[in-house]
């Protein structure tokens, strides 16, 4: 029986992430190793935001990498959606990431030579949509992060916090499960910060996707349903 | 749940981005796959059109027979030879032949006004012609055949070929003065010959050629149709005298082929040099590509784009650039050969297909061919970089600097090494098919292993600097960003070393080779004044013609010299008897002062005959002159740059008696002391039978040494323009790799100039790195230049042309190679730095790419 | 073909050098069976039936010499003095056209000559000769056709016209020497295998032109059963008719009768057009000689109707040469001048 997300508790909703028991090191210059993290678990149910802080060098961003798929863990498992994604092989590792995962990074990450409207249809291609109907799905989720028409325009043109807009356009398009945000307002100023997060973050529960946030912002921390802090132990509710 | 990804729109998209931001890119990466194709392709066409066009005309003078007894000397065969042949019952036709090189108006050095020309002058009965070479059977003006309309035939009647009559500009019905073997007569145009459009061929009655041109009783070749079997070819070869042999239009082909074969070869290759520095251009230009668009790729890769995908999207590009590059090459080489052909001639100022006029027809297959070459080498370029692109983690490529090698790698060394090291075994290797083959693979893999070598080389060479540090801060940041990274470096030198080696390689050989000629020469025009008689090698100026010349006053001394054409082996063309009078003056390389064995001629053997016929001095070789193998003890072996097929000099009295030939063909004038040239020319010329006016050349060695040199420049034009093109592709390359850099590092600019580094002292450290890398690349390419130099001069030539010559460094040219290269190279990084830092460095610092 | 040389001799001037064609003139043998090299042209021509296993077959076997009009001090072997043609043909019905072969040299070198004293034309391995046992023999091979046959002789000679004086137009000059040897007994070899037959020996020699007006020529011979030979020849004008006619008639017991040209009527008839010249030929002609004031008629039907030759390549014409029978006969039929008239 199909569950019916947008009716059910998020509490009683199968996680669209389960972690358990993460482990990653990372070999210093010396000899020897240094671990980052440890027996971390974690998950994240539909339409739930967590915010994942901690200090500089605990591997925040390891951490997300490794929930994407992108670096792999010395122990543990991820499952998106119940998928074990360490299982898969790289090619559907890879259209795993392009049909049920959104990114949004620090600094932006939009290809300068490509239009907004390429820049957003981008994740449609790569999950097999043909060009003209992820072009149209690119244009009406521009519209959605309030750059209405502006799918011809060249990145160039564009300060920070509309890049943002755009690169939450990419994350969206696809109607991903869950929204992978690295410090998405660490550019930016905090006036844009705050409009871009609330921007994110409703457009994503619009969707009912999850969103992981790694951030230093108690601003950011602040408008998540659940605060975690990474540290060398593990991950625990901040 | 799996998708497969739209690759096509993606790579679409992605093409139409980078086209839009690096247009100029882009473009030199196709721009350099044209060339190479073009070159290849070019010179190809070329090729293969003048081959096809001597190869028609030597079928021409043939006459298309099965099989040809043939002299192996211009003095000819008994023509008792033919009854004795035709009766053999596997003989089904027969056609004798009197075959003599003529000459029509007045033969000219190059450079004189003089109008004249050299054909073949071939005797037949046509009736018996008609049977084996009807290709040589005339049409009349009235355009009968010729058996039915027979007497035309005889008496004056010539027929010409149309390239002759092209050439001589005269049309049927007009008289036509033939000069050969002494003699000259007044013939009319009796029509043109439909089978010989190619060759410089006028045909005449058998009868009449022996009686007009000296030949009673001789022919030079009888053309034959055997019953099938090799039993047939047997019997007929049994039945052979000495100085006659079997010649197979297989023999006759590769005769032709083997005229031309090393030159066509040695171009092909240069052509093929050319394509492959198109290839070191498309990989250094595709791999800073990648290395500037990682985080672009990563990116994609996040975003869920498998490496596989990524690989095909990068192929994909060189694709295109290759399709869009070999295109464009098929187009412009077929450009190129037409201008070619038009402007030099078919053999492109080589001087190997003199009469033959070239045709040039569009190969499809050939321009497939190079189209795919320059498709392959786009792809190969391309795919290095795209496993690269492949192998980073794009979690680190994304937030990375996009070029981020690590100083404390150290760059690999032994690939280069070990491809120097089989370079050089390969140099030592033998000609391969009778080409230097191996001696090409030395060259090449030199080339690679050097080019491969350079990041462990920069960071050798710089390691002293670097340590050292400068106080001048530009110099500082230059050495050490070229010591840090030097794959970078490689990338941009390969293109300037490759270009540079191969410049200095051909610089350095074409100037030995010029160097050798020109001391050759000195040493083989040691008289005052020299008379040749061109197109005399049937019969040249009778004893008493020659007493009338060594009369002349103002003489000190006069040589005479019989030169006549002799073959050794049927399918090799023929070698030169020179029957000398007095002291041979040739360059002797090696000799012996053993006796002459009793029974033996002495001889002199040039050192391509050597090599061709592996003949060695102190041994005793047989050759037919005069009908009979003669025993010729070999006394020494000269140098000689004039007959690439061979020559042999006997002692004129010993010719005199071997043949009772006591004609000669040349003859050199010590003058008296105080005598003057050019009145003795003057004397000397009155003192000539009219009959051989239009055949004598007179020189005088400064005029001639000239002449020569003229020619030879002529003929290594392509060689230099082809070197000029493979530099313009190195500087391009460091145009572009400079570029690209610059533009990568904008991020590193943007920080040097926040912390206050001006910016001009930032142009400076780029126009220092550029020309640090000019200088590390002209130097390495100069050392790697000079060992393929080494590999030319002493493999590749000898093994095409069988002849060696001593090493000569044109010093100013390469000291000028050197500096212009650091020049342009830091001048490149110049201009490329203030285009990129107009404005955009401080943006720099936010922007990732 | 027998005209053919001579036809081809047009283009040049008469040179004096050669030995005019006189009346009175006797002729001796076996001198006369030898060449006249002093003539301009002459030809060996035999034609004949063979009997094979397969049936009936035409065959020609002819030999030409001719001597150019060159007067020159060139010693070389090779200027050509005199040139020998020959040419051999068979008529099979089963294979519907002719098979033949042709070669030409110039006479030297022992490779080809026509000897003076007796019969002995040699061009390569081609030979026609007269042995010591009086017999005449021919060989002749290529494009696969092999003839090595013996001609015994059965009768004596006929001469042609006034004793071997043959006039061949209304112009003074217009004539040959000219004999027959009708009714030689072949036995041989066509191919390999045996073969028996009738043969026809014609010899004419001469250094004078046909007609200006002539285009064509035809010419028959008949050996009759009943050992009677039967010679006719008329040359024609543009318009069809006869400039000349001429022929003989040698019953059985040897009388000969001389035909002059009141006495031959040649009615054309019969046409047949070759699928590759395009010409028309009438190959049924319908002849008829006057004898004893009496006109005798003979029909002629060919062995087969397409016995075309076209030497145009080696630079002659197109004609018709083929067996013929008639009622109680067999012979030789020839016709020139229908593809297109004989170059003047």
Partial sequence: ?238 | MHHSANGMAVTGWLMAGEWRAHPVRLGLAVLAIAVGVALGFAVHLVNSAALASFGRAVASVQGRADVAVRARSAAGLDEALYPRLAQLPEVQAISPVVEVPASWGRLARPGSEAKGGRFTLIGVDPLRAMAVTPGLVGISVAGQGGVGSRPNWQADAVWLSPALMRAAGVAPGQDFIITAAGRQARLRIAGRLAGADEAQLAVIDIAEAQWRFGQLGRLHRIDLKLVDGDAAWAVVAAALPADAMLATPEAEATRADALSRAYRVNLGMLALVALLTGGFLVWSAQALAVARRRPQFALLGVLGLPRAGLVRQLLAEGLVLGVAGAALGVALGYGLAVLVVDRFGGDLGGGYFSGARARLAFDTGAALLFGALGLVTALAGSLGPALNAARAAPAQALKGLGDVPDPARRPRAWPGLVMLGLGALAALGPPLWGLPLLGYAAMALLLAGGVALMPALARLLLAPLARKGSAFLPLDLAVRRLWGVPQAAGLALSGIVASTALMVAMAVMVASFRQSVDDWLVAVLPSDLYLHLEGAEAGGLPPADQARLAAVPGLAHVRFQRVLPVRIDPARPAVALMAQGGQASVPIMASTDAATPPGTARALISEPLAWLYGWQVGEVHSLVIGGVPRRLFVAGVWRDYARQWGAIIVPLADYRGFTGDATATEASFDLAPGADPAAVQTALQAALPQAVEGQAQFGRPGEMRRVALTIFDRSFAVTYALEAIAIIIGLIGVATSFSAQVLARLREFGMLRHVGVGRRAILTMLGLEGAGLGLIGALAGLSLGLVMALVLVRVVNPQSFHWTMDLALPGPLLGGLVAALVLCAGGTAVVAGRRALGGRALLAVRADW | MRRLLALLMLPLLLAATFAPVRPGVPLRFPADHGAHPEFRTEWWYVTGWLDTLQGKRGFQITFFRTRPDIDTANPSAFVPRQVIFAHAALSDPAAGRLRHAAKIAREGFGLAGARVGDMDVRLDDWRLWRGRDGRLHARVSGEGLALDLAFTPTQAVILQGDAGFSRKGPGAGEASHYYSWPHLAVAGRLNGKAVTGTAWLDREWSSTLLNPKAVGWDWLGLNMDDGSAVTLFRVRSAKGGALWAGGSHRDKAGRLTVLTPDDVRWQAGGWWQSPRSKARWPVKPVVALKLAGQWRELPVVPLMPDQELDSRMSGGPVYWEGAVSVPGGRGYLELTGYASPLRM
């Avoid at chain 1, 949509?129 to 521009?142: K, P, V």
């Fill in chain 1, 1 to 238: 029986m199909r569950p019916d997300l947008s009716s059910a508790p998020p509490a009683v909703a199968a996680p669209i992430l389960a972690a358990t028991g993460l482990a990653r090191a990372v070999p210093l210059a010396g000899g020897g190793r240094r671990t980052l993290f440890a027996g971390v678990d974690l998950a994240v149910r539909p339409g739930e935001v967590v915010a994942i802080v901690g200090e500089s060098g605990v591997g925040k961003s390891t951490l997300l990498n490794v929930v994407a798929g992108l670096d792999a863990a010395d122990a543990g498992q991820v499952l998106i959606g119940g998928q074990d994604i360490a299982a898969l092989a790289e090619p559907a590792r890879a259209a795993l990431r392009a049909s049920a995962l959104g990114f949004v990074f620090q600094a932006f990450h939009v290809l300068p030579h490509l239009t907004l409207a390429r820049n957003v249809a981008l994740p449609c291609l790569l999950a097999g949509m043909n060009a003209a109907d992820a072009l149209a799905r690119a244009e009406a989720m521009l519209a959605q992060v309030g750059l209405d028409g502006r799918g011809a325009d060249w990145p160039a043109v564009l300060s920070g916090g509309e890049l943002q807009r755009v690169a939450i356009a990419r994350a969206l398009v696809n109607r991903p499960g869950l929204v992978l945000a690295d410090e998405p307002t660490g550019n930016l100023d905090p006036e844009t910060a705050a409009r871009i997060l609330d921007l994110l973050l409703s457009e994503a529960r619009e969707r009912r996707a999850a969103v992981l946030i790694v951030t230093h912002s108690d601003m950011v921390a602040g408008a998540a349903d659940r605060v975690l802090r990474l540290s060398a132990s593990g991950l625990v509710p901040a």
